[in-house]
């Protein structure tokens, strides 16, 4: 069984950055789809992006230009940088892998970014 855990979080002024990781332990990290979601508070959870296996990396419009994702399969590690943040990024920060049929979760970092 897949365990993830987020890091890196924390309280950050608007247009700054923050970089977040998301360790991963088990042996599927390389064969799986990995992404990033977010819940604000009193929103549903919603998808950042997500990076394949091959490395291709897709975003929700409103952090296009401003969020990468990044995978470090020695490392089992997947990675978001962001940049530009703007108060409305403030959320809990999920970890997310997927293959097949299996779905794990992180337990989620809070970024709360103040104006």
């Known amino acids: 069984q897949e365990q993830l855990v987020e890091s890196g979080g924390g309280l950050v002024q608007a247009g700054g950055s923050l970089k977040l990781s998301c360790a991963a332990s088990g042996s599927i990290f390389n064969a799986s789809a990995l992404a990033w979601h977010r819940q604000a508070p009193g929103k549903q959870r919603e998808w950042v992006g997500v990076?394949?296996?091959?490395?291709?990396?897709t975003y929700t419009n409103s952090v296009k230009g401003r969020f990468t994702i990044s995978r470090d399969n020695a490392k089992k590690t997947l990675y978001l940088q962001m940049s530009s943040l703007k108060p409305d990024d403030t959320a809990v920060y999920y970890c997310?892998?997927?293959?097949?049929?299996?779905?794990?979760w992180g337990q989620g970092t809070q970024v709360t970014v103040s104006s």
């Open positions: 997310n892998m997927v293959r097949g049929s299996y779905v794990a």
């Open positions: 990076i394949s296996r091959g490395g291709v990396t």
